[in-house]
């Protein structure tokens, strides 16, 4: 497909992405924010409580019944729309991006799998995670939350680390953020809607509603508002390659989502009591450890570990050979995709508007060249140029002594 125009589907998939996503999210917290402020202290006949708000310059009366009212409404207002085309334009965008360029953005190098092998993976992954998801929270653990939601956690983190075996990790990250995103529409779809259509239903036929369906649709709810935070991270994450390009990137991952999952905790409960209000200062600690645990080596440091490798030094006042070294592996290895006029089929223009032509533009973006193939490793993608570890240490050492292009 011609790259230009598979840019302005990925722009126009993603924002309605971002948009749906923003009103499912939405929607969620809100319910939540409206379950924790009942004012449950001597409600009316048939209610489990009431709350009064005021915003944009109205005042509102919200009431919440303890089943339903006498009558059902004329209008009843549903929410899952949200959630389906959040679901549906996911997938739509992890085709567009990871699937139809599995070789560049999917397959870890090294590997040795096929791109299609890959995309069998991928499809594969998010199948068996909702089924495994499912089949636990219909075991016997289901009548344990906490037992149930740590061995949810230890699933996710193995599925986190078996994905980084085979896939880039970017590839990993939106799988699992996919994963997660799928259990949380199959809530939804399987779960949460049916309880809902049930008790609609027992209503209009004067019939006692089954109180399986909704202690299920609960359960799920709650698995759903834990799982958001660490889905919003995964949805940015690619901003981040000392995440996702870290070698443990899965451990990273997991840590990230503990984090996300205690200040999710915090704004649910904070409306009741503020014993804890521990979990943010935890996560606020737990985020600078992970940042220094996680912390890459320096070029120099590299070297001294037993990775040095035959290559000029400023030592011997060869920087003027350096950089001309460094020239030549960047125009090979990088201006593929980072030129004004880049030659991989899938670019019509240069990446994040990076581009590699001349020195100015290498000194330029000497701190994102250095992220990107020294730190992280994650570039060339699918180090489809074979960039060096050599090469890669070259270019980290004429950055740590000045990038100087003359």
Known sequence: MDPYITEWLNLVVRWVHMITGVAWIGASFYFVWLENNLNRSNPKEGLSGDLWAIHGGG????????????????TLHWFKWEAYFTWITGVALLTIVFYSNADIYLVKPGSGITPMTAVAI????????????????DSPLGKKPMLLGLVLFAFL?????????VFSGRGAYIH?????????????????????RGLVKAIEEGTEPDPELPAKGLLRSRHNN????????????????STYGN?????????????????RHYFNTRHGSQKYAWTIPT????????????????????????????MPTSSTGNEDLIFVSVQEIILERCTVCHSQAPTHPAFATAPAGV?????????????????????????????????TQEERELIGQWAEEGAQIQ
């Not at 991928?122 to 929270?137: H, Q």
């Not at 992220?371 to 490793?377: D, K, L, P």
């Open 226 to 241: 834990y799982l958001t935070l660490p889905v919003l991270f995964i949805m940015i994450s690619n901003h981040f390659p």
């Open 59 to 74: 005042i509102y009366h919200l009431e919440k019944y303890k089943l339903a009212p006498p009558k059902m409404p004329e």
């Open 157 to 165: 983190v193995f599925a986190a680390w078996a994905l980084s075996l």
């Open 355 to 387: 581009m590699l032509d001349t020195p100015e533009q290498m000194q330029l973006e000497v701190s994102r060249i250095v992220a990107q193939t020294v730190t992280t490793n994650i570039m060339p993608l699918g180090n489809l140029t074979q960039m």
């Open 247 to 263: 070698e443990y990137n899965w451990a990273i991952l997991a840590g990230l989502s503990v984090i996300s999952v205690l200040v």
């Open 176 to 196: 699992v953020g996919a994963i997660i995103g799928t259990i949380m529409v199959g809530n939804v779809f399987r779960i949460i809607m049916p309880a809902q």
């Open 283 to 310: 996560a606020a600690l737990g985020l600078v450890c992970l940042a220094f645990v996680s912390a890459p080596q320096s070029a120099s440091q590299n070297v001294s570990a037993g990775h040095s490798h035959e």
């Open 122 to 137: 991928g499809v594969g992954s998010l199948i068996a995670g909702w089924f495994v998801y499912d089949f636990l929270c």
